[in-house]
Nanobody
């Protein structure tokens, strides 16, 4: 059974930092591209960041470029999202995903940024 478990969310003041983690199990982690989406209250789920299976290519939403960094540790089966200079409109539930021939999703972790 595939499981993606996010952690690291919380409440932070604007300008602060958080690091999200997503631990995967039940799949061959190194074969999957990974990434993050987020969903704010009343809004559609939106793309945040993506990293290829080898970690050599990353892609970001324009709204987070220069502030967020995605990385992965294939030995640990974990993908990370380092979030710096957080803004109130970064407040959302953050979901990680794993994608190869099909996609898997985690349950999400809440990030709240106060002004």
């Amino acid at each position: 059974q595939v499981q993606l478990v996010e952690s690291g969310g919380g409440l932070v003041q604007a300008g602060g930092s958080l690091r999200l983690s997503c631990a995967a199990s039940g799949l061959y982690f190194g074969a999957y591209a990974m990434g993050w989406f987020r969903q704010a209250p009343g809004k559609e789920r939106e793309f945040v960041a993506h990293i290829t299976w080898y970690g050599d290519t990353t892609r970001y939403a324009d709204s987070v470029k220069g502030r967020f960094t995605i990385s992965r540790d294939n030995a640990k089966g974990t993908v990370y999202l380092q979030m710096n200079n957080l803004k109130p409109n970064d407040t959302a539930v953050y979901f990680c995903y794993a994608v190869d021939l099909r996609a898997y999703w985690g349950q999400g972790t809440q990030v709240t940024v106060s002004s």
